[in-house]
Nanobody, 119 residues
């Protein structure tokens, strides 16, 4: 299971850190991804971390950072310089395979955490 947390209401320009904690099995060798779904929008790729490195969507590159703490079996998404365009429900997900930014490729999903950025 994956448990996402850390969402909230922030203002434009603020920072926020999301956490995704794994339980029930180890996800240490999985590809871990963050996706988001804004109001009236389709779910979109945000960032992923796998053995080959890290990859970001162009819209968040240089503002968001994905990282992993193996000891805690937790993946983080540090978000900075947030804008209203970042308002969405954020989901963490995992897959036993290489990088993919196609959400159906992911096997396990957290429940989502709401991020709202007010201007």
């Amino acid at each position: 299971q994956l448990q996402a947390s850390g969402g909230g209401l922030v203002q434009t320009g603020d920072s926020l850190r999301l956490s995704c904690t794994a339980s029930g099995r180890t996800f240490s060798s999985d590809t871990m991804g963050w996706f988001r779904q804004g109001p009236g929008k389709e779910r979109e790729f945000v960032a992923a971390l796998w053995t080959g490195g890290k990859y970001y969507a162009e819209s968040v590159k240089d503002r968001f950072t994905i990282s992993r703490d193996h000891a805690k079996d937790t993946v983080y998404l540090q978000m900075s310089r947030l804008t209203s365009e970042d308002t969405a429900v954020y989901y963490c997900a995992s897959r036993r395979g290489d990088l993919s930014y196609y959400y159906p490729d992911y096997d396990y999903w957290g429940q989502g955490t709401q991020v709202t950025v007010s201007s």
